[in-house]
C-alpha cells in the first residue's frame, strides 16, 4: 500500500466519526476521520503506511454493527471542473 488515507464503506448512516476512530485506532494512530453526511462512507487517515495496511487486512470484509465493511486505499480525489450553466 502506498497511502495512509483509507476508503471505508458500507457502515450504518448513524455511524459516527468517533466511532471509526475508536475502529481503526486499534490498528495505529488516526490522524483525521471524515464521515460523508449520512452516506454509509468515509474516509480515515492513518499516521502510516504501516497502520493503514494493518487496519486494511483486519477490517476489509469484517462485520461492524451488522454491515459487512470494505476498507480500502483511498483513490485521489479527481479535480472538479466548474459547471457554469
Known amino acids: 500500500m502506498e497511502g495512509n488515507k483509507l476508503y471505508v464503506g458500507n457502515f ?3 455511524t459516527t466519526e468517533e466511532q ?11 490522524v483525521k476521520v471524515n464521515v460523508i453526511g449520512n452516506k454509509g462512507f468515509g474516509f480515515v ?4 503506511n504501516a ?3 494493518k487496519a486494511k ?7 461492524h ?9 483511498a483513490r485521489p480525489q479527481k479535480p472538479r471542473e466548474d459547471n457554469k450553466y
Open 65 to 73: 454493527d451488522g454491515r459487512t465493511l470494505r476498507v480500502d486505499e
Open 57 to 63: 487486512e483486519a477490517l476489509d470484509g469484517s462485520d
Open 45 to 48: 487517515e492513518m499516521s502510516d
Open 20 to 30: 471509526l476512530e475508536e475502529l481503526f485506532s486499534e490498528y495505529g494512530q488516526v
Open 51 to 53: 497502520g493503514a495496511e
Open 12 to 14: 450504518k448512516y448513524s
